[in-house]
Structure formats: structure tokens, C-alpha cells
């Protein structure tokens, strides 16, 4: 059954006449994971960006869960059904490694006492030792720090994971080891986790892939 769906969506800017999404239909289930990839301009950030409840389709619909987005309480569903992992990291610089992770928990009502050991066992499950999780994240570099992000990403409990070309700023054997992670969660964990890139080779690690030409998205087999 999919978790997530998009029947016949289109989106158009405001300031635009041509749509940014075309009439896009498409099913995601747990345990893959699905890759959304196309140039720059192609419309898949404006499709996540619609999949993350920041944007309303102009046509069609996004369900969640078996209810339309336009329904649901939208921050509500950014907060808990759903987890982002961005390029660029989009860590705290003065929160500490295990801070930074610690609090999309706290902000969920989670104690610091209660946060903090889920925290540490979040980050060792992604590779970040005891002693890392004291830095802070200009102290780890760009590989470690998406690895940080990504047990962010996981700590309030959503089991979609939302990730806009979380290896852009990565080298090859850093490419690698966040895709094998992001893998391993929708294998092993039951996760759904869709990540949208402009990388081929990024796009023929993931089980389904989808391609965005302008607009228009259609599956790669």
C-alpha cells in the first residue's frame, strides 16, 4: 500500500504561465527507496517541495497516509510524518553535534534526559563517535555532517524521509556511504525515502527511479 501518492498534480507558479509540475501521478511505498532525478529547473525541487506539505498543488492531489495533504495540518505533518534532509546540512553551528539532534525531540515534548540516549544511538547508527557528538558541526567534515543530518532527520520518529540532493556537496566514498545509509533504512527499517538529485549515478542506487524533464515526470525502468 503506498504511503505517499500524487494523483495527476500540476503546479504553477504565481508569476509563471507555463507549469513548474505537469499532471504528475505517481505511488511511494515503504521499505524502497525512490530517486527523483533531473536537471536544474526540471520541477522535482518543486515536487518535493509540494511531497513536504511547503507547497499546494494548483491541480490534483498528494495524499498521505490515505488523506489529502490539503486537509491535513500542514505543520503538524512537517513536525511528525515526515523528516527533510537538505545539500546543505541545515545544522545549528552553536548547538553541539548530539544537541543538534537531541532537538527536533525536545520539540516534540521529548525530555532532554529521554532525548539524549536516543540521540547517541541514532548518531552511533549513522558512524558519529562519542567524542564527535561533543563538536560542533564546523569541527566535522561535509560527509560526517550528512550523517549527523540524517540521524536528525530520524529523531521525532517520522518514517518518510524527504531527502533534496543530500549529496551535492559529497565526494564520491561519502556519496557512497549516505546512499548506503538511506538504503539500509528502507530495507532493513521499513522507511520510505525518496531522494530528488540531478546525479545519475546517485539516481542507479535507488530501487525505483523516476525521471523530470520540464515538468514532466515519468518512471525509468
Known amino acids: 500500500m503506498a ?3 500524487l494523483k495527476n498534480v500540476t503546479y504553477t507558479y504565481k508569476s509563471a504561465t507555463t507549469p513548474a509540475v505537469k499532471n ?3 505511488e511511494f511505498e515503504a521499505g524502497k527507496l525512490y530517486a527523483v532525478v533531473g536537471p536544474s529547473g526540471s520541477g522535482k525541487s518543486t515536487l518535493l517541495s509540494m511531497m513536504a506539505g511547503l507547497d499546494l498543488a494548483t491541480e490534483g492531489e498528494i495524499i498521505f497516509g490515505g488523506e489529502s495533504l490539503a486537509k491535513l495540518d500542514l505543520d503538524c505533518y512537517r513536525r511528525e510524518s ?25 520539540l516534540c515534548g521529548v ?18 563517535t562519542k567524542e564527535q557528538m561533543k563538536r560542533f558541526p564546523s569541527k566535522l567534515s561535509g560527509g560526517e555532517q550528512q550523517r549527523v543530518a540524517i540521524a536528525r532527520s530520524l529523531a521525532a520518529g517520522a518514517k518518510t524521509i ?4 543530500p549529496t551535492g556537496n559529497l565526494d564520491v566514498a561519502n556519496t557512497e556511504n549516505v546512499m548506503e545509509i538511506l538504503k539500509k533504512l528502507a ?6 525515502v525518496i531522494v530528488v538529485t540531478h546525479d545519475l549515478e546517485v539516481a542507479q542506487m535507488a530501487d525505483v527511479k523516476f525521471e523530470m524533464r520540464d515538468g514532466v515526470m515519468t518512471e525509468k525502468i
Open 111 to 128: 525530555s532532554p534526559v529521554d532525548a539524549k540516549p536516543r540521540a547517541e544511538k541514532l548518531l552511533e547508527s549513522v558512524g558519529i
Open 24 to 26: 504528475a501521478s505517481c
Open 82 to 106: 515526515i523528516a527533510m534532509i537538505f545539500q546543505a546540512f541545515q545544522l545549528f553551528p552553536l548547538l553541539t553535534i548530539l544537541e543538534n539532534v537531541c532537538y527536533p525531540m525536545e
Open 3 to 5: 504511503v505517499l501518492e
Open 187 to 192: 530495507h532493513d527499517e521499513g522507511y520510505l
Open 162 to 165: 524527504l531527502a533534496d540532493e
